[in-house]
């Protein structure tokens, strides 16, 4: 793909990236700020992304509510989750966009044992390169928002790519262009951080006291952010994770494990070859076989 | 030359066939499933014909290999219970690798550390084998939730290391004590050998006759 050259990579699945050339200007940090009070529920994004991508989501059932589909899924890369908040007599609907985070410690990235199935560019994005993806789910393991799917059909994984096709050529996600309410921004993350204090203040005047951004510092920071009305309990929205981190064991496997593996197997060669050499082979002797034939018998017969 | 007495049979052709199908496909597993584990390993999914076909064939060939472990795990379980003799033999164990087994108890079909790579080898293959399944997204991906999948994919990897280094010594163990190959490759070791190694088993082999 043409994005792949022209955005640098940050980072590359089960490989390493050289560092960016001195005196090339770093590139800047984008985000995608999701303000989930803005929100109205049209699903005009979640149309926009199927529409851009060209993706086909076969018609399937509804469970009665408005979350349609009712998951992500290889072809619904964001999906509308509505929770029903009832607090005293209040009852509020909060809807959220689901979809991946763009983190910038990206647990997929780190799981994913193919090189180059999962880059992650100098702005931040995270991308999947089908191309190169085996299947092997390690991606699902390795996120802490449950957000690849692996296809049946394709044996690939795929998920939001932050439009980084759009965005290469300065365009803004089709999800953000689509929105009528223009609850989702995009922009370098500093100003979307920065607008997100003005929304959040807003908010604060109009009696939402924990009103506050999702950022969260467990993954270092995400390139998709949200304004949320209860900042203090990001759980309401439908299992948002209050403290996203990578799963420590995943820590374990992808860490320490691998180079303590290779070193163990690497010793127990090594042991076996300076045993061998100092040691030299076990023989049966002349004796041994003397033994045997007074036991058995021998066989000249 | 003095005289030798005749080869003395260790293993039946089907024991010898269920042998080599397990081996092969240790190895097979050992391979596509290392280049997943490492990236500096990952040009091993070059033997299975790419990235997408080892990931989708190591599960099949752990099928298998269980299949196959189960058959060799029937067949030699009883001569692989632990006995007092064997405690003395590990405890022993320097002077056994030192090649001086003399004055130690004399051993059955099979010495203590055989059976303890029995016993090692069964164990993690079960392990291998139940968190394999829950790593098997392809049939077996909503069966279970992503943290049991993620536990399951550092006991498969530990496992799998474990099982590679019992599958070191084992090799290692043919190699260095002569005479032991022709066990697995005609069915039979010479006299000698089994005079040396497992003299008890000898005996009882030879009162047969
Ligand atoms: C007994 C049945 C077994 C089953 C059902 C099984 C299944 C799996 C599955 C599903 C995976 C994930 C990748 C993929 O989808 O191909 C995997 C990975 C792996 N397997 Fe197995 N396997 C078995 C036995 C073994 C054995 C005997 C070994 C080694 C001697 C082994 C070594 C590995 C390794 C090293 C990995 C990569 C783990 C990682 O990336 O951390 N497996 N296995
Ligand atoms: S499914 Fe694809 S993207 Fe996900 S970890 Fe495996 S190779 Fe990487
Ligand atoms: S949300 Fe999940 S899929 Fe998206 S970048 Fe983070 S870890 Fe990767
Ligand atoms: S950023 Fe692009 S890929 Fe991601 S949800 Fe929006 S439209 Fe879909």
């Known amino acids: ?301 | 030359m003095s005289a030798h007495a005749k080869p003395v049979s260790r293993y039946t052709t089907a024991a010898r066939i269920n042998h080599w199908i397990t081996a092969v496909s240790l190895i097979l597993l050992a391979l596509s499933g290392m280049a997943l584990f490492h990236p500096s390993l990952y040009f091993l999914t070059y033997l299975f014909g790419g990235g997408q076909i080892t990931r989708a064939i190591h599960p099949w060939i752990g099928v298998v290999l269980a299949v196959s472990f189960l058959g060799l795990f029937l067949r030699f379980f009883t001569l692989n219970l632990w006995n007092r003799d064997d405690t003395v033999w590990m405890k022993n164990l320097g002077a056994v690798i030192n090649d001086k087994e003399e004055g130690l108890p004399e051993v059955g079909k099979y010495n203590a550390g055989q059976k303890l790579v029995f016993w090692g080898q069964s164990i993690l293959i079960l392990l291998l084998l139940g968190s394999g399944f829950v790593l098997w997204d392809t049939y077996f991906a909503s069966y279970t939730t992503i943290d049991q999948k993620r536990l399951s994919a550092v006991i498969h990897a530990l496992c799998a290391i474990g099982a590679i280094l019992i599958w070191i010594v084992h090799v290692y163990a043919a190699i260095w004590v002569k005479g032991t190959l022709s066990a697995m490759t005609r069915g039979s070791v010479s006299g000698g050998w089994a005079w040396k190694h497992h003299r008890k088993w000898f005996r009882q082999e030879v009162g047969k006759s």
Request: glycine share 8%; net charge neutral.
């Open chain 1, 1 to 301: 793909m043409s994005v792949m050259q022209a955005l640098d990579l940050r980072r590359r699945s089960a490989s390493s990236v050289p560092p960016p050339a001195a005196g090339k200007p770093a590139a800047v940090p984008v985000a995608k700020l999701i303000d989930v009070s803005k929100c109205i529920g049209c699903k005009a994004c979640q149309t926009a992304c199927l529409e851009w991508n060209q993706l086909d989501q076969p018609i399937g059932f509804t469970d009665g509510t408005y979350n349609n589909p009712t998951d992500l899924t290889t072809a619904s890369w964001t999906v509308m989750r509505y929770t029903e908040y009832e607090h005293g007599d209040d009852l509020e609907w909060l809807i959220r966009k689901d979809g991946c985070m763009h983190c910038d410690d990206p647990g997929c990235l780190k799981a994913c044992p193919a090189p180059g199935a999962i880059v992650q560019y100098t702005n931040g994005i995270v991308d999947f390169i089908s191309d190169n993806c085996i299947g092997c789910g390690y991606c699902v393991k390795g996120c802490p928002f449950n957000i690849p799917r692996i296809s049946q059909v394709t044996s690939k994984a795929y998920k939001c790519t932050l439009c980084s096709d759009r965005v290469v050529v300065g365009q803004a996600p089709a999800c953000a262009k689509a929105c009528p309410t223009q609850a989702i921004y995009f922009g370098t993350k500093e100003d979307m951080i920065a607008h997100a204090g003005k929304r959040i203040t807003d908010l604060k005047s109009r009696g939402y006291q924990n009103a506050g951004l999702y950022n969260p510092p467990g993954v270092n920071g995400t390139h998709v952010m949200y304004v949320l009305q209860h900042a203090d309990k990001p759980s309401l929205y439908a299992g948002l994770p209050d403290n996203p981190h990578i799963s420590p064991l995943v820590g374990i496997w992808k860490g320490v494990m691998k180079p303590l593996s290779l070193a163990a197997i690497a010793f127990a060669g090594a042991f076996g070859l300076m045993h061998y050499v100092t040691r030299g082979p076990n023989r049966v002797t002349e004796h041994d076989e003397e033994k045997a034939a007074e036991l058995a018998g021998s066989d000249k017969a």
